[in-house]
């Protein structure tokens, strides 16, 4: 079946760090690979996204490209700040065998300290 | 645009008790809503998921008579939390896609559920 591994967190930054969080992935079919955020509290927001090999997503200063090759979405940012502190998921979905239905990573607990 | 809300944002209710929450799509017709559970530091737990106009698919282990779902319009689904106990404490979280773009998914601010 269709699966997201991530980075393990917390990760833990100081402002002006640069930052990765790794994800792979596995699916049946051709993905649409997301970076959802999720703050404190809050629910998810859409990050950015990629719908196929060699796409580069990007928001807000973050990026993911998409690498068929590596089945990964790396979500990174130059220089994060304070504001970056949040829970990060990578996510999939196969629209042609599962919908729009999303596959989630566990997670990763970013905190930017100042 | 793609604005999901959700209401409320909170509810602390008596054990026995039945709790409806709902989720709206703001600015765009939601073709499919999808219903999550998710425990402290954990992930999203799919629920179910509800078309318009057709009964909810629950996912393995949710109960149907415990948490029922209607998506009675393009704009609406609730979720009721049906005789809720103290194990039923979650946050709640929708979320919708729009036609236009089927592989996304909007997600609401989520709902805090205590229950005495």
């Known amino acids: 079946g269709d699966s997201v591994t991530q980075m393990e967190g917390p990760v833990t930054l100081s402002e002006e760090a640069f930052l990765t969080i790794n994800c792979t992935y596995t699916?049946?079919?051709?993905?649409?690979l997301f970076w959802y955020v999720q703050y404190p509290g809050e629910g998810l927001q859409l990050l950015l996204k990629?719908?196929?090999?060699?796409d580069k997503g990007s928001n807000k200063g973050f990026e993911a490209t998409y690498r068929k090759e590596t089945t990964s979405f790396h979500l990174e940012k130059g220089s994060v700040q304070v504001s970056d502190s949040a829970v990060y998921f990578c996510a999939l979905s196969v629209e042609e065998t599962s919908g729009s239905r999303l596959t989630f990573g566990e997670g990763t607990q970013l905190t930017v300290n100042p | 645009g793609a604005v999901v809300s959700q209401h409320p944002s909170w509810v602390i209710c008596k054990s026995g008790t039945s709790v409806k929450i709902e989720c709206r799509s703001l600015?765009?017709?939601?073709?499919?809503m999808f219903w999550y559970r998710q425990f402290p530091k954990q992930s999203l737990m799919l629920m179910a998921t509800s078309n318009e106009g057709s009964k909810a698919t629950y996912e393995q282990g949710v109960e149907k008579d415990k948490f029922l779902i209607n998506h009675a319009s393009l704009t609406l689904s609730t979720l009721t939390v049906t005789s809720a106990h103290p194990e039923d404490s979650s946050f709640y979280i929708c979320?919708?896609?729009?036609?236009?773009?089927?592989?996304?998914?909007?997600f609401g601010p989520g709902t805090r559920l205590t229950v005495l």
């Open positions: 990629a719908t196929k090999a060699d």
């Open positions: 979320s919708a896609t729009d036609r236009e773009a089927k592989d996304t998914q909007y």
């Open positions: 600015d765009f017709q939601a073709t499919t």
């Open positions: 699916a049946t079919g051709y993905p649409s």
